[in-house]
Every structure is written in C-alpha cells, then in structure tokens.
T-cell receptor
Framework: SQQGEEDPQALSIQEGENATMNCSYK?????LQWYRQNSGRGLVHLIL?????REKHSGRLRVTLDTSKKSSSLLITASRAADTASYFC?????????????FGQGTILTVHP | DGGITQSPKYLFRKEGQNVTLSCEQN?????MYWYRQDPGQGLRLIYY???????QKGDIAEGYSVSREKKESFPLTVTSAQKNPTAFYLC???????????????FGDGTRLSIL
C-alpha cells in the first residue's frame, strides 16, 4: 500500500531558487527518509529523520518532520541544474518491519540553468 | 567498490514465459528487497528477505517468486501468472543499525522489463 502522498507532483524552478517538497503519511513511524532518483537509475539515500527529531540539515538539504500532522518537508536551497531528479519520501514503521519502507509517489524536480 | 549489481539492464518477456532478474550485493547486508516501479509512480514492495533461506511477501507478491540461498544474492522470478509485468524493477539492501532499527537502503540501478 502506498502510505505517502507527496506534493507537488512536479516542480519547475530556476537555478539558485529554493525547492520545497512535502510528504504526508498515514500511520506511526520510526523514521522518515528522503531519496533521490535520476532518470532511469536507482534511488540514492539523501537524509533520514527519526520520529523524535523535528529538523535535520545536510549540506543544502533541510528536512522537517511534524509527527502530529504526519507530514515532512524537504527543502533544497540554492538549487542547481544537477539537482534535477525525482525525490521520494519513505517511511519506516520500525518494530518488526525489518527495514521495510513505504514510498510516496514522488516529486519531479526540474531546475533550469 | 561495494554496491548492488542488477542484471540485465533490459529484459524482454514473451507470453507464457518466466524470466529471472538477478540482484547481487557485496555490502555484507543481511536484508534485501525487491520493488516494482511503474511510470510516474513510487516504489511498491514485492518481496523482502531478512536472512538467508527466509523471505516474506510484500504488498504485490502475486505472480512473483524469490529465493535467498546466499547472503549476497536475491533473484526475482517474474512468472507467467504476472499479467502486467512491464515495469522498472529495483533491488535494495540494508543492514541493522547499532542504534536499533535498520539503516537506509542501498539500491541497484534496476532492470527494465517489457513484454514482446
């Protein structure tokens, strides 16, 4: 079952602008992860935020998590053409889920030079 | 370099044919996963395996089968019972974290399966 909903489905911006993607989920989680996928390739892990964390930074990435609203956002600052890709959130329910992830539908980001 | 290798990159299936997708990892990860991705969609879990000789069905296991005879290998067979096999198939692996839970997944570069 697809737990995550992401919006927008597609985002088109100019280089140097910030890009914000949102993710909502339905059940309780142990952590939430963001992945990036270049066209025709596998996914690459970007950042993980645990359920007891509210904000996390990694380079130009900033992730927030609001467990009361069951939502997360990914902010990419000062975007570059090389950031063009699909971005997915994924939730890990923890417990006996053995690392299984439930993915959202993804946001297609296009950054114009 | 450690990583996950999926082969072949492209695969074509005839009607009534079973085909097997290969997934090999040299990361010494315990857990391996198979996902299906349809155009413009997220990933859906087909099967996963926590340890050798053990695996569980994911959300869309019907028409698929797997084996886990070695820690490094987790092949996926798309059987003739899967009536709509055209998709992008991704294999991933993970290992347990010393803090509890599981580390983020590492992915291969996928196999694109089409029907002839």
């Amino acid at each position: 079952s697809q737990q995550g909903e992401e919006d927008p489905q597609a985002l088109s911006i100019q280089e140097g602008e910030n890009a914000t993607m949102n993710c909502s989920y339905k059940t309780s989680i142990n952590n939430l992860q963001w992945y990036r996928q270049n066209s025709g390739r596998g996914l690459v892990h970007l950042i993980l935020i645990r359920s007891n964390e509210r904000e996390k930074h990694s380079g130009r990435l900033r992730v927030t998590l609001d467990t009361s609203k069951k939502s997360s956002s990914l902010l990419i600052t000062a975007s570059r053409a090389a950031d063009t890709a699909s971005y997915f959130c994924a939730t890990d329910a923890g417990g006996t889920s053995y690392g299984k992830l439930t993915f959202g539908q993804g946001t297609i980001l296009t950054v114009h030079p | 370099d450690g990583g996950i290798t999926q082969s072949p990159k492209y695969l074509f299936r005839k009607e009534g044919q079973n085909v097997t997708l290969s997934c090999e990892q040299n990361l010494n990860h315990d857990a391996m996963y198979w996902y299906r991705q349809d155009p413009g969609q997220g990933l859906r879990l087909i099967y996963y395996s926590q340890i050798v000789n053990d695996f569980q069905k994911g959300d869309i296991a019907e028409g698929y089968s797997v084996s886990r005879e070695k820690k490094e290998s987790f092949p996926l067979t798309v059987t003739s019972a899967q009536k709509n096999p055209t998709a992008f198939y991704l294999c991933a692996s993970s290992t347990s974290s010393w803090t509890g839970g599981w580390q983020p997944q590492h992915f291969g570069d996928g196999t694109r399966l089409s029907i002839l």
